[in-house]
Every structure is written in C-alpha cells, then in structure tokens.
C-alpha cells in the first residue's frame, strides 16, 4: 500500500459517485507517495533539483466509489530505465480485494535547476527505484491497453452524420 484516503464531498458529481477526475487526484496524491519512497520527497526534490514529470496517464475505471468511501491505492513498477519509471497503480476500497480502478503512468526524471530537462536517475534513486515491488505488463490486469473502437468490416463511417 503506498496510499489512503477518503472520499469527500466535494469529490462527489451529480451521479453519486467520484468523479473522473479525483480518480486522477488520487493517483497524482499516490505518485507524491512514491516518490517519497525513492528519495524524491520535498527535501530531496530540493537538495537534488530532480523531479519525476508524468509523461502520461491511463485510468480504467472499473466501478464507482461513493463519498466516503475509504479508498487505498497499491504501486508496481512495470519498468524503468536510467530516466523513466513505467508506475502500475491499482485503487481499492476498504478491504475489497477487486480494484475500483487502476491506473498506469509513464514518468521521466527531470533536473528543475534551470530550464527543465531529463536526467539519468541518481545511483541511489535509481537503487530504490529497483527495491520497489515490481510487476511483469502481463500481469498488470488493466495496463498496456489501447484505446479505440473496434474496426469494422464495412466501410460504413462511424462518425455521427450531421442533422
């Protein structure tokens, strides 16, 4: 487990239920986590002039939470080189054993102290980064997915017509 929280009113849309995008701010909030756990917390973002920026984000989301709901949130590392860490995230509530949603991210290790630009992870950040519970894509159930509609076998357009 690498993060807690609850779900709060103001996080609640019209349906009921979390919206989209504090789906989002959760595994944002759960990134911060991680990245404390490697070495990158605020102290460490400052002495270092290092950061992780999130290249890019891919949400499942598998069913609705509601306000109040206590929600965890899990983190594998998929994969990671000199400059990247590919981050699985899972999101459950209470106890429930099925995830909520999950999430995957691409982040890249960025030196703040001038104009940003990548940089190879420090020895003993990249080492932490290793230490980390690890998962293999192919068994991060909701990770490597696309996005898209499936082909058709008629030339038909799927586009709307107009009115």
Request: proline residues 3%; negative net charge; glycine residues 4%.
């Amino acid at each position: 487990m690498i993060y807690r929280d609850t779900v709060k009113a103001e996080w609640v849309d019209y349906n009921g239920h979390l919206r989209d995008a504090f789906y989002m701010l959760i595994y944002s909030l759960a990134t911060d986590a991680f990245m404390d756990r490697i070495g990158l917390d605020d102290a460490g973002r400052r002495a270092r002039q290092r950061t992780l920026y999130t290249l890019e984000a891919h949400i499942s989301y598998l069913r609705e939470i509601k306000e109040g709901a206590a929600v965890r949130v899990e983190a594998r590392v998929v994969a990671h080189d000199k400059k990247r860490v590919h981050l699985y995230m899972e999101m459950f509530e209470g106890d429930v054993a099925e995830p909520v949603c999950a999430c995957e991210q691409m982040m890249l290790h960025i030196d703040s102290s001038g104009a940003p630009k990548s940089a190879s992870f420090d020895e003993d950040i990249a080492a932490r980064i290793a230490a980390e519970p690890a998962v293999a894509l192919k068994d991060a159930r909701y990770a490597g997915r696309v996005i898209g509609l499936p082909a058709r076998a008629s030339s038909a357009s799927s586009a709307v017509a107009p009115a």
